[in-house]
């Protein structure tokens, strides 16, 4: 009699937010939509199991899930990465000098006093920017 193992890997779709300093991490069990072993699953593991800025969006992970007599299977789902922290402006006072024809401009740029992202920033605007 030839004894055979039944394991079956289901994983389910996960949803991450970047926290304040622009990572996020899952575990197995995040990803585990049900799994199932005819013995019993010993260990789980998730690869990638870390994410950061550049991760934001769609990211594929594979789930392996090993039984007592080293037999393995696996599967795949999509963990989304979301940065859904706003950035820190940090706005400083400025003096503009008026040019031959009474006209000054700003950028955004000269208005930034040390604004931050749990990511990046990637664009600065000033309103009105005209004077």
């Known amino acids: 009699m030839v004894a055979t193992d039944s394991q079956t890997s289901v994983c389910q779709d996960v949803t991450v937010f970047l926290d304040g300093s622009g990572s996020a991490s899952i575990t197995a069990g995040d990803v585990d939509g049900g799994s199932t072993d005819n013995c019993a699953i010993t260990s789980q593991s998730v690869t990638p199991s870390s994410f950061n800025c550049s991760n934001t969006g769609a990211n594929t992970v594979t789930l392996t899930n090993t039984d007592g007599s080293g037999n393995t299977s696996t599967c795949t789902a999509t963990v989304t990465v979301n940065d859904s922290t706003a950035p820190t402006a940090v706005c400083q006072n400025i003096t503009v000098s008026l040019d031959g024809s009474g006209n000054a401009s700003i ?15 990637v664009s600065q605007t000033a309103s009105p920017s005209s004077f």
């Open 107 to 121: 950028t955004g740029a000269d208005l930034d006093g040390g604004s931050t992202d749990n990511c990046s920033i």
